[in-house]
């Protein structure tokens, strides 16, 4: 009788033992899995694209300029569109973002009114990206520009 009963109590802990170490094999990649994502972060998100700007970049007038970046966020990785608007002040040029300040909408340049203008509520810009109508908090924001072989490049922090 007596060897009956460790019988038992050595296979029920084989077959505990089997099953800890079956659900180990499948937790460790299962979490892996849940857990890069984070652990890599989004990449592309804080990326430098390049701005195929003309030759002349006029100092009365914005020229919208149309770029794309690729991202990665986790696994998915994807080509996004955006553009930004380009002017001179003087002889710095400055590249603007084209989201409204206010609630996010695409703002657009009006040559008539010299204005940029959100179509959602009314915000409207000067020139050098300052509020002068409707809701918007703030100016446009200007993107960080830098040279890399004699191309202009704009940080992208999200798609404009």
């Given at each position: 009788?007596?060897?009956?009963?460790?019988?038992?109590?050595?296979?029920?802990?084989?077959?505990?033992?089997?099953?800890?170490?079956?659900?180990?094999?499948?937790?460790?990649?299962?979490i892996?899995?849940?857990?890069t994502?984070?652990?890599?972060g989004?990449?592309?998100?804080?990326?430098?694209?390049?701005?195929?700007?003309?030759?002349?970049?006029?100092?009365?007038?914005?020229?919208?300029?149309?770029?794309?970046?690729?991202?990665?966020?986790?696994?998915?990785?994807?080509?996004?569109?955006?553009?930004?608007?380009?002017?001179?002040?003087?002889?710095?040029?400055?590249v603007?973002?084209?989201?409204?300040?206010?609630?996010?909408c695409?703002?657009?340049?009006?040559?008539?009114?010299?204005r940029?203008?959100?179509?959602?509520?009314?915000?409207?810009?000067?020139?050098?990206?300052?509020?002068?109508?409707g809701?918007?908090?703030?100016?446009?924001?200007?993107?960080?520009?830098?040279?890399v072989?004699?191309?202009?490049?704009?940080?992208?922090?999200?798609?404009?």
């Open positions: 009788m007596r060897t009956e009963i460790d019988r038992r109590r050595f296979l029920a802990k084989l077959a505990g033992s089997v099953s800890a170490l079956w659900a180990l094999m499948l937790a460790v990649p299962g892996g899995f849940l857990l994502p984070i652990t890599r989004a990449r592309g998100t804080d990326r430098w694209v390049h701005l195929n700007l003309p030759d002349i970049v006029p100092t009365d007038r914005p020229i919208r300029i149309d770029f794309a970046a690729d991202l990665e966020d986790g696994w998915m990785q994807r080509e996004a569109k955006g553009f930004a608007y380009a002017v001179r002040e003087g002889a710095d040029l400055v603007f973002s084209p989201i409204c300040t206010h609630l996010g695409k703002v657009s340049w009006s040559d008539s009114k010299q940029f203008l959100c179509p959602c509520h009314g915000g409207q810009y000067d020139l050098s990206g300052r509020v002068v109508a809701p918007p908090p703030a100016p446009l924001n200007r993107l960080s520009m830098r040279t072989d004699d191309r202009v490049q704009i940080e992208v922090t999200s798609i404009a």
